[in-house]
C-alpha cells in the first residue's frame, strides 16, 4: 500500500502553492502598491519613504518568488520530504508575516487564514501521517 505522502493530489497541492508565492513575488515586484494590500498597509505619502518601501516590496517579492520556486522545483523532482519542509518553513513566513500585520493593528488573518494549510500539507508531505 501507497504511503499518503506519496498522492499524487499532495504533489499538485505543493505546486499550486508554489506558483501562487510565485504570482505574489511577482506583484510585489511590479505592483508594489498592491502588494501592500494583503498587509493593509497603506503605502508612504513622501516620496523618500515611498522609495524605501517600493525597495522593500521588491526584497518581499524576491523573497516569495525564492519559495514558490523552491517548493516546484523539490516537488518536480519528487524530493517529497523537502517539498514538505519548504512548505512548513514558508508557513512560518505566513505565520510571522501575519504577527507583523496584528503588531500593526491588522491585517494578520490575510496570512494567518492560509498558513495552517501550509503547515498541514507540508507534514503530510514529509510523511507524519505515513504508516510504517
Known amino acids: ?11 499538485i497541492a505543493a505546486n499550486v502553492f508554489g506558483v501562487i508565492f510565485i504570482g505574489f513575488g511577482i506583484n510585489a515586484i511590479i505592483r508594489p502598491v498592491h502588494a501592500l ?3 493593509e498597509f497603506d503605502m508612504p505619502a513622501l516620496p523618500a519613504d515611498r522609495k524605501v518601501v517600493e525597495s522593500l516590496s521588491i526584497v518581499y ?8 520556486l523552491a517548493i516546484n ?11 514538505g519542509w519548504i512548505l512548513i518553513a514558508a508557513s512560518a513566513v505566513a ?3 501575519g504577527a507583523i500585520c496584528y503588531a500593526h493593528g491588522k491585517g494578520e488573518w490575510n496570512h494567518w487564514g492560509y498558513a ?3 503547515t498541514v500539507v507540508g507534514s503530510v508531505l514529509v510523511g507524519v501521517l505515513d504508516k510504517a
Open 116 to 118: 495552517p494549510i501550509l
Open 73 to 83: 522545483i523539490s516537488a518536480y523532482y519528487g524530493q517529497r520530504k523537502a517539498a
Open 1 to 11: 500500500m501507497a504511503h499518503i505522502s506519496q498522492s499524487t493530489a499532495l504533489s
Open 61 to 68: 517579492g524576491v523573497r516569495d518568488i525564492f519559495m514558490g
Open 95 to 97: 505565520f510571522a508575516d
Open 37 to 39: 494590500t494583503f498587509f
